[in-house]
């Protein structure tokens, strides 16, 4: 059974930094692309970074350039968001997703998702 594990997620002042984690199990990691989306109240699902299976490609959303850090560890079959310099506008619920493709056919997989609340 495929798995996708977030962790990490937290109560932060504004200016503040967190780190989620996201744990796959039950699939070949190495062969995922992996990706933070973020899903605020009242807003649709939005990208926040992504990295290839490899590791040697990432890209970002431009809110979040120059704040946030996506790596990956194939060893621990672990995604990381590294989140600097907080803002009000960086609360919602944080999402990783794991991207196979195997033979032509591609499957997507979800974790279940943890809180950031940026606040005062």
């Known amino acids: 059974q495929v798995q996708f594990v977030e962790s990490g997620g937290g109560l932060v002042q504004p200016g503040g930094s967190l780190r989620l984690s996201c744990a796959a199990s039950?699939?070949?990691?190495?062969?995922?692309?992996m990706a933070w989306y973020r899903q605020a109240p009242g807003k649709q699902r939005e990208l926040v970074a992504a990295?290839?299976?490899?590791?040697?490609?990432?890209n970002y959303a431009d809110s979040v350039k120059g704040r946030f850090t996506i790596s990956r560890d194939n060893a621990k079959n672990t995604v990381y968001l590294q989140m600097n310099s907080l803002k009000f506008e960086d609360t919602a619920v944080y999402y990783c997703?794991?991207?196979?493709?195997?033979?032509?056919?591609?499957?997507?997989?979800w974790g279940q998702g943890t809180q950031v609340t940026v606040s005062s």
């Open positions: 997703n794991g991207r196979l493709v195997l033979q032509g056919t591609m499957s997507n997989y």
């Open positions: 039950g699939i070949s990691f190495t062969l995922v692309a």
């Open positions: 990295i290839t299976s490899g590791g040697d490609i990432t």
